[in-house]
């Protein structure tokens, strides 16, 4: 569910505008804006909009935790549906019946103590054949992966496989804010949630409102 890098592509002082990334097979594909085309076989230097990353970041290592937090309020058989994680926000769909609001507030602050903890986030490529088996391992059996894999520690509790980009410390993510809890179809219900500088806008916008 995450979204691609933006930034720019530069070619003999010309620039463009790289709106979006995306993976096609082995390829790599670069949107870009501007004028003209850019000629084939040039010298490029991209550069990565880093406040941009950087939130995708945040929104894509607290997914882990929310996953982990809404196993231990709910149940273990909850499982994931379906995701976004942008630098403006995330979404997590799940099955699930719909949550109470102290079960909202259990999980919010069950992630937020973990973001307190400010362990490290780190992860090994290993050879999938070797943790198919692997309970400790959070893994989704429909999915197909490759020979080698990506298994994501954010810090002592949330353990699963994963090919995105991360913060390298639960502290990088900042507060963590659940907005809201719904369903999006039978047996399905959704949480949308923000941190870092969105949680912190959100957070003035209500005082402004109060």
């Known amino acids: 569910g995450q979204v691609g890098d933006k930034g720019i592509l530069s070619i003999d002082g010309e620039h463009w505008q790289i709106t979006d990334t995306q ?24 550069t990565v909009d880093a406040d941009n990353r950087c939130a995708i ?21 909850v499982s994931q549906k379906g995701s976004y994680v942008g630098a403006d926000k995330l979404t997590f769909d799940f099955n ?10 259990e999980i919010e602050a069950l992630v937020n103590e973990r973001i307190l903890e400010n362990a490290t986030v780190s992860w090994t490529e290993v050879q999938y ?25 954010a810090g002592r509790n949330s353990v699963e ?21 719904g369903s999006i179809g039978s047996n ?17 916008e209500t005082e402004q409102t109060v």
């Open 23 to 46: 993976k096609a097979g082995d390829a790599l594909l670069h949107s870009i804006k501007g004028k003209g085309v850019p000629k084939q076989g040039s010298k490029a230097q991209l």
């Open 57 to 77: 970041q945040r929104h894509h290592t607290v997914t882990h935790l929310l996953h982990w937090a809404l196993h231990q309020v709910t149940s273990p058989d």
């Open 96 to 105: 699930s019946q719909a949550l109470t609001e102290q079960q909202v507030v």
């Open 129 to 153: 054949t070797d943790i198919t088996d692997r309970d400790d391992i959070m893994q989704f059996f429909g999915d197909k992966y490759g020979d080698v894999v990506r298994v994501l520690e």
């Open 161 to 181: 496989l994963c090919g995105g980009t991360h913060v390298g410390a639960l502290g990088d993510i900042g507060q963590f804010r659940i907005v809201n809890e």
């Open 188 to 204: 399905i219900r959704r949480i949308e949630a923000l941190t870092g500088t969105a949680s912190l806008e959100l957070a003035r």
